[in-house]
Nanobody, 116 residues
């Protein structure tokens, strides 16, 4: 399964971006989805998740600024990022998993750079 991410780029502090991740050819509604990020010299960390039952979870560092949503008809998960900070700069990765059958896939990553 090849996940296709888009929406990264360069934005000023306080700005917004929306990341998208399309997961074609899977039974999308059965999967839990998530976004992770990895900054230079740091470990990959969880940003936000949304389960197949549309329960969401966020890292403390992004609560109140980021939201996650999914569109099962389009096989797409979104990460809406507002009030971006310098420390949000990282490569953002889409993750989908179906724990019951031990399936998990990662996207190739999309760069988000917050800079003035």
């Amino acid at each position: 399964v090849q996940l296709v991410e888009s929406g990264g780029g360069l934005v000023q502090p306080g700005g917004s971006l929306k990341l998208s991740c399309v997961a074609p050819k899977i039974r999308f509604r059965l999967y839990d989805m998530g976004w992770y990020r990895q900054a230079p010299g740091k470990q990959r960390e969880l940003v936000a998740t949304i389960t197949k039952d549309v329960r969401t979870n966020f890292a403390d560092s992004v609560k109140g600024r980021f939201t996650i949503s999914r569109d099962n008809e389009k096989n797409t998960v979104y990460l809406h990022m507002n009030s971006l900070k310098l420390e949000d700069t990282a490569v953002y990765y889409c993750n989908i998993k179906r724990a019951a059958v031990s399936l998990e896939y990662w996207g190739q990553g999309t760069q988000v750079t917050v800079s003035s």
